[in-house]
């Protein structure tokens, strides 16, 4: 059974930290992504990473950055957290180049509030 | 205009009733059409795919692609209080490898009430 989590489900921030959030998937999937979820607008895509070491931007990827130093592990991170970063950050998993992608393993969320 | 688009709803229908929900898309590249539940509190979780147009069933779930009108449906027979959750369609050009022509493009999302 696919397991991805969330280093937390909430998070209260104050404007300027940095912020990070951490994702961890045990099914050796190469594809991460992290999204923000807005009421209205649905899942946007903000970065993804289709290897270790390797990264790309996504629709909305200002104001963040990520890494990923392992294959299991992505990272996001607000340089400096803005009240406009509140939302529910989801990170999601999928099998990689050889096999068919249009399935995403989501972990629980992390409700980010940043005031 | 968005590349989906999808009725944010809510929707509230009594138990028993036939759901169905919808999304419209403007891109003809897209091959590959998802429909994925979000329960409150949880992540999304792929319910069901379809590949190009046609019907697929999967128990009391039916899901219908019609390129020609760029429409996609997910039907929900005999609903149940237990299918209250968020629906979301999503749609991908490109079955193999991940890059910016093949990414997952995912509507808004539909929130489903079931009344006992």
């Known amino acids: 059974d696919v397991k991805v989590t969330q280093s937390s489900r909430y998070l209260v921030k104050r404007t300027g930290e940095k912020v990070f959030l951490e994702c961890v998937q045990d099914?050796?999937?190469?594809?991460m992504f992290w999204y923000r979820q807005d009421p209205g607008l649905g899942l946007r895509l903000i970065y993804f990473?289709?290897?270790?070491?390797?990264?790309e931007k996504g629709d909305i990827p200002e104001g963040y950055s990520v890494s990923r130093e392992k294959k299991e592990r992505f990272s996001l991170i607000l340089e400096s957290a803005s009240t406009n970063q509140t939302s529910m950050y989801l990170c999601?998993?999928?099998?990689?180049?050889?096999?068919?992608?249009?399935?995403?393993?989501f972990g629980p969320g992390t409700r980010l509030t940043v005031t | 205009q968005k590349e989906v688009e999808q009725d944010p709803g809510p929707l509230s229908v009594p138990e028993g009733a036939i759901v169905s929900l919808n999304c419209t898309y403007s891109?003809?590249?897209?091959?590959?059409f998802m429909w994925y539940r979000q329960y409150s509190r949880k992540g999304p979780e792929l319910l069901m795919y379809?590949?190009?147009?046609g019907n697929k069933e999967d128990g009391r779930f039916t899901a219908q692609v019609d390129k020609s009108s760029k429409y996609i449906s997910l039907f929900i027979r005999d609903s149940q209080p237990s299918d209250s959750a968020t629906y979301l369609c999503?749609?991908?050009?490109?079955?193999?490898?991940?890059?910016?022509?093949?990414?997952?493009?995912f509507g808004s999302g539909t929130r489903l009430s079931i009344r006992p």
């Open positions: 099914m050796d999937h190469e594809n």
């Open positions: 999503a749609m991908s050009a490109h079955d193999k490898g991940y890059s910016s022509a093949s990414k997952i493009i």
């Open positions: 999601a998993s999928s099998y990689g180049r050889t096999r068919l992608t249009y399935e995403q393993y």
């Open positions: 891109n003809s590249a897209f091959q590959y």
């Open positions: 990473s289709y290897d270790v070491k390797m990264k």
């Open positions: 379809t590949y190009s147009s």
